[in-house]
């Protein structure tokens, strides 16, 4: 085992020496304060330059500034670890093209298993952070979604973009490298994760899905739309006071969908404690929030605490009427979350007001 394994915490544990890719994003930025705070040593990995993992860095974590697709860059990160804790990925938020996906999703998530397998050959737990969107597509399967009420994690994978399948693929990945390697891997599931300020922030990846103006620039910006994403468009234009409007979007029907918005902070207390369990390795469980709502009901709190009037855009297809279902994490891992979407808007409004309250 790593040296750093002979010492021990204030509470008499031995520490750990972990690895977090991605360590500056949100859940992984929680984690490391989380590991740090009890006494672990962090390793945080990201790219050179991310303010986030430099804050990090300020925190006591160890940083090593690198690219998941150069595996020179991993191996003095990764060489000796306890744990490994892989987050790092290309998002669809960024924006980014397909072919990224794969080689920072798959071809990233092989290098850091293969770096592993090499330079930590005492490594008890590599924890995959993978997505929700593993499961249905968004539009096509939108008839079965709303039929399957709950997803859990028996729920088949049928991704609707590239960036889904290329997480179930670094799935498959992690799972080959338990069967044939021995390395003990864990999948995590996460929903859409946030941090409250992002909910009442229209310059935030959260806002252009409710604020008028910023789903007007991101819409009348992309160089290709969807039918369903003219139809959007077009009902954005027709808002009258777009500065002072949020949007509800809801099917032909009138039916809006689930939020289930994730805290930033819930996941990385999910994905500690798949750390320590003995019964999360070769296991997957998903991560959500304390209790899902209803898109109207996540519009119309919003709006009130922003004192924001709510429009409604009907598109052409269904919404998502089901919810993903934390219970095995729960039940296996003594998850339990603390913020649900509606308690995360009125905890961003409240910091705001101190803020705002606070002399210059």
Known sequence: MHTECTSRCENGEKTVDVLVTGAGGRIGSHLSR???????????????GDPGLARVGEAGAEVYDGDLEVPDDLRPAVAGVDAVCHLAAALTTHDVPDDRFVDVNLRGTFNVLEAARQHAPAIRRFVYVSSDAVYLSLDENAAEAEDAGVIDETTPQRPGTVYGATKVGAELLCRSYWKTYGIPCSVMRPTATAAPAEFISPSSVFGRRWFVNAALAWYQARPRLSDEDRAILA??????????????????????????????????????????????????????????????????????????????????????????????????????????????????????????????
């Not at 989380?34 to 050179?48: D, P, Q, S, W």
């Not at 994490?329 to 409004?349: F, K, N, Q, T």
């Open 235 to 360: 009902g954005l234009r027709e808002i009258d006071d777009p500065d002072r409007t949020l949007f509800l979007l809801t099917g032909p029907d009138g039916l809006a969908g689930t939020v289930t918005y994730g805290d930033s902070r819930d996941a990385a207390a999910g994905l500690r404690a798949m750390i320590d369990s003995d019964a999360a390795v070769g296991e997957t469980f998903n991560i959500g929030p304390a209790a899902p709502c209803s898109e109207r009901n996540f519009a119309e709190h919003l709006g009130v605490r922003l004192g924001l009037g709510v429009a409604e855009i009907r598109r052409p297809s269904p919404r998502r009427q089901w919810r993903v279902s934390s219970d095995k994490a729960r039940r296996v891992l003594g998850y339990s979350p603390a913020h649900d979407p509606l308690g995360m808007i009125d905890e961003a409004v409240a910091q705001l007001s101190v803020t705002e309250r606070s002399p210059m």
């Open 34 to 48: 989380l590991l740090l705070a009890e006494g672990h040593t962090v390793r945080a990995f990201g790219l050179a």
